[in-house]
């Protein structure tokens, strides 16, 4: 039977939320993952030192002893320096959210005003503080990632020296910019290298493939393909696993976010092995971000195996991605 071995898989943009549903969904990343990169979008966000040591915390406590690495970051605020400097130790990147652009991010920049933000970004820089970007405007839903280019460009320009992760990229416009500015890389999401939005919403409506930024067109799939497949060094996965309840999903307002975590490696495997490009997979499930990062995640060997595995209908009342369908890799062994 056909295998294939990971080395230390990172999520570098995952969901855990807090309270019941981390207990629910952490223990599934740490199974599968060595480390992750958690996002800070929690009510209320994690915007200070004692919330970041404390959600720590508050992850670890929820996952097998010692087998998962969260790398935490901090909801993007105009800190000041001296902030910056006594939470350093403590993070691995600020992720800035748009004012109210999706789940938990009223608190975010309602202007990109760079003088306002300077002190801070080019503090970032100084000290070498990777900024996450949820890269959306406000404007029509299908053009949203590619108006917020032109931010891109602006931050990119102004802060050379700062590492600037474009989140779940999802267009060409987004592919296009990674090789305009050094500064510039990417996360990308398991789900938008392969939907468009006639998965979402073509036929019947898809609750569980709806979330933010939405799949586009398949020029854009095409592209998202394209960089991922041949793991070009500026891009990494990110899930964007983003876990919510059934009843939040099947709902009349339906809540943005696809819950992929345990079934994001599984997933990759498949579409790596129709382009014939498994061998590219150790990179951009790992190896680029531990460059990016400058990372070094504990040891940790996934085996995955050619053989049917049936998603499960829902984990502890989380509706996965392909709840009851069935995959054609599934995992055989962690070590
Ligand atoms: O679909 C999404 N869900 N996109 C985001 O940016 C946030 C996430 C969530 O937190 O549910
Ligand atoms: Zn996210």
């Given at each position: 039977m056909k295998s294939h071995t990971l080395l230390m898989?990172?999520?570098m943009h995952l969901h855990l939320r807090d309270g019941v549903m981390l207990e629910n969904v952490a223990p599934l990343s740490a199974y599968s993952f060595s480390g992750a990169i958690v996002m800070?979008?929690?009510?209320?966000?994690?915007?200070?030192k004692e919330d970041v040591i404390a959600y720590k915390e508050r992850i670890m406590a929820a996952?097998?002893?010692?087998s998962f690495e969260p790398y935490m970051t901090l909801f993007y605020k105009n800190y000041d320096k001296a902030f910056l400097e006594s939470v350093a130790d403590e993070i691995n990147a600020i992720k800035l959210y748009?004012?109210?652009?999706?789940?938990?991010?009223?608190?975010?920049?309602?202007?990109?005003d760079i003088e306002e933000m300077r002190p801070t970004l080019q503090a970032m820089s100084d000290m070498g503080i990777p900024l996450c970007v949820h890269g959306e405007t406000d404007g029509f839903v299908m053009d949203r990632e590619a108006e917020f280019m032109s931010i891109y460009e602006l931050l990119a320009s102004n802060f050379p020296k700062l590492k600037i992760i474009m989140e779940h990229i999802t267009t060409k416009e987004a592919v296009d910019m990674l090789d305009r500015f050094d500064n510039l890389y990417a996360t990308i999401t398991v789900h938008h290298l392969i939907l468009t939005l006639d998965d979402v919403v073509g036929g019947m409506m898809k609750p569980h493939l709806f979330c933010k930024p939405i799949a586009k067109r398949p020029e854009d799939l095409d592209a998202l393909l394209s960089v991922a497949l041949a793991a070009h060094p500026k891009v990494m996965f990110g899930s964007d696993s983003a876990p919510h309840p059934q009843h939040k999903k099947e709902s009349c307002g339906c809540a943005a976010g696809i819950f992929t975590a345990p079934i994001a490696l599984q997933l990759l495997c498949e579409i790596f092995e129709q382009f014939d490009k498994l061998d590219n997979l150790q990179a951009f499930v790992s190896d680029n971000a531990q460059s990016i990062y400058g990372i070094c995640p504990e040891f940790k060997e996934v085996t995955l195996e050619h053989r049917p595995f049936t998603v499960p209908s829902d984990y502890n009342g989380v509706v996965p991605m392909y709840a009851g369908e069935t995959l054609s890799w599934a995992i055989e062994s962690v070590d």
């Open positions: 898989p990172l999520d800070p979008n929690l009510v209320p966000p994690v915007e200070n996952v097998p002893n010692d748009p004012a109210g652009i999706t789940t938990n991010s009223e608190g975010g920049v309602s202007s990109f």
